[in-house]
């Protein structure tokens, strides 16, 4: 089963605008990452943010993690048409094993 | 290319044939994981390596499923008596010893 949920499913925006998405997940965790993934596509690994963190910046994104409220989100800045992809957060609950996906977003940038 | 790679990256067969997959890790990562991916869902997990040895198997991955990654490289997955419910992207990553995973294109299994 999946542990985290995506919010929302699905976001249509247009180019240079925010886009904002938010992954929630029910049990503790080492750390929580968010891969993109364009269709028909491997994951891309996009940032890992580790439990004792509460903020990461790179590039055009910036990831938080609330523990307390387990959740985390992920913004990117500045959007373009090329963001388009579907983008899962997943978490690790020990060092080195397993991920655990929620069912993604799906990000629609209009140029 | 220093990424993972998989083979095939399509594979189209009829029920009930075995079908075999194979994933190449980064050369120097000793962690390699098996994902299944259906259609608008997020990869689930299937088994991991450390080395050679198998540590973990989801309850996802049924008897009719078995991966192996002899000397501790390359990794196969076989599936038997494949059935239509197997058709799914499946992906493999590897890692180091506390790292991030790196995905690479997937092997998409279409099941008639």
């Known amino acids: 089963s999946q542990q985290g949920e995506e919010d929302p499913q699905a976001l249509s925006i247009q180019e240079g605008e925010n886009a904002t998405m938010n992954c929630s997940y029910k049990?503790?965790?080492?750390?929580l990452q968010w891969y993109r993934q364009n269709s028909g596509r491997g994951l891309v690994h996009l940032i890992l943010?580790?439990?004792?963190?509460r903020e990461k910046h790179s590039g055009r994104l910036r990831v938080t993690l609330d523990t307390s409220k387990k959740s985390s989100s992920l913004l990117i800045t500045a959007s373009r048409a090329a963001d388009t992809a579907s983008y899962f957060c997943?978490?690790?609950?020990?060092?080195?094993?397993?991920?655990?996906f929620g069912e993604g977003t799906q990000l629609t940038v209009n140029p | 290319d220093t990424g993972v790679s998989q083979n095939p990256r399509h594979k189209i067969t009829k029920r009930g044939q075995n079908v075999t997959f194979r994933c190449d890790p980064i050369?120097?990562?000793?962690?390699l994981y098996w994902y299944r991916q259906t259609l608008g869902q997020g990869p689930e997990f299937l088994t991991y390596?450390?080395?050679?040895?198998?540590?973990?198997k989801s309850r996802l991955l049924s008897d009719r499923f078995s991966a192996e990654r002899p000397k501790g490289s390359f990794s196969t997955l076989e599936i038997q008596r494949t059935e239509q419910g197997d058709s799914a992207m499946y992906l493999c990553?590897?890692?180091?010893?506390?790292?991030?995973?790196?995905f690479g294109p997937g092997t998409r299994l279409t099941v008639l």
């Open positions: 049990t503790s965790i080492n750390n």
């Open positions: 997943a978490t690790e609950s020990d060092s080195g094993s397993r991920l655990t």
């Open positions: 050369s120097e990562h000793n962690r």
């Open positions: 390596f450390q080395n050679e040895a198998q540590l973990e």
């Open positions: 943010i580790r439990s004792n963190e």
């Open positions: 990553a590897s890692s180091s010893w506390i790292d991030t995973q790196y």
